[in-house]
């Protein structure tokens, strides 16, 4: 599943090819995927300009003058500029067509979404009630403790939950509790402000790390084959279960939480 970093590299590969560029066609080959498509998508797109492609957690957001196209990339979506006499296949559901290329949007399990507001997308309904983004001021430790007093959640499942942070998915949640050495079971209520702060910056850290790898890994978004995915970089636990730790050579181990695996380190983590 396309995470944050993914979803940043998506927009900063496809902004050169839409940003400023006018939409010609719209082709739809799927009347839903996760949600309908809006029947007034074409309407709004062909003829217009988008000036504007930015990023709200997992959500990108092309501005023209009539609005906001909001795509989600689902389970197993991706976005790629192809020639415009590329032939579409069994899983390209949606075709922006500019006058030299067109934005291909893929997603064979359509969980992905094509959606249309012409308020300020922070209003839409999908959007309103999330949190802070990772990399910004507004997410510190300060944010965390505030929201996790009285909270027996473990901090795992604390800092997935979207509505207090974006982005922060299962290997950067795993990897962000490895290295400030928290035990991924504590609940939230029970990390002290000072160890918040380390979470923070490794958050920060594990996130960064994955962007900047993903502007080497998956930049090319000109090529029909390419299959965005998890980023290659080094891991400390995520999927090492049952190999030595890095730092103390203690056999890792994994467990389930909220059907998700996480992997820690029993002697560095508590």
Not at 77 to 106: C, E, M
Request: proline share 5%; hydrophobic share 35%; aromatic share 8%.
């Amino acid at each position: 599943m396309p995470e944050l970093p993914e979803v940043e590299t998506t927009k900063r590969g496809i902004q050169p090819y839409v940003e400023g560029l006018k939409v010609t066609a719209v082709t739809l080959r799927a009347k839903k995927l996760r949600w309908p498509i809006p029947s007034n998508i074409k309407l709004n797109l062909i003829g217009q300009t988008f000036s504007s492609i930015s990023r709200r957690a997992k959500y990108l957001l092309l501005e023209n003058e009539k609005g906001f196209l909001i795509i989600h990339l689902g389970m197993s979506g991706s976005l790629r500029i192809v020639d415009t006499s590329t032939p579409a296949t069994k899983h390209d559901h949606v075709d922006i067509v500019f006058k030299q290329h067109i934005l291909r949007f893929r997603d064979p399990r359509r969980f992905g979404a094509f959606l249309w507001t012409k308020q300020n997308p922070s209003q839409h309904k999908l959007l309103k009630s999330l949190g802070p983004e990772p990399l910004c001021d507004d997410f510190n430790a300060e944010h965390l403790y505030r929201h996790s007093r009285q909270r027996k959640l473990s901090i795992k499942e604390f800092i997935m939950n979207s509505h207090i942070v974006v982005g922060v998915g299962n290997i950067y949640a795993t990897e962000a509790l490895f290295i400030s050495k928290i035990h991924p079971t504590r609940p939230a209520g029970k990390v002290s402000l000072a160890r918040y702060k380390l979470l923070v910056e490794a958050i920060k850290q594990v996130l960064t790390k994955a962007i900047q790898s993903g502007g080497t890994t998956l930049r090319d978004f000109t090529q029909e084959d390419g299959k965005p995915g998890y980023f290659q970089q080094e891991l400390h636990v995520y999927g090492r279960a049952k190999l030595p730790c890095v730092v103390c050579s203690h056999t890792l181990r994994a467990i389930k939480q909220g059907q998700r695996t996480t992997t820690y380190c029993t002697q560095c983590q508590h």
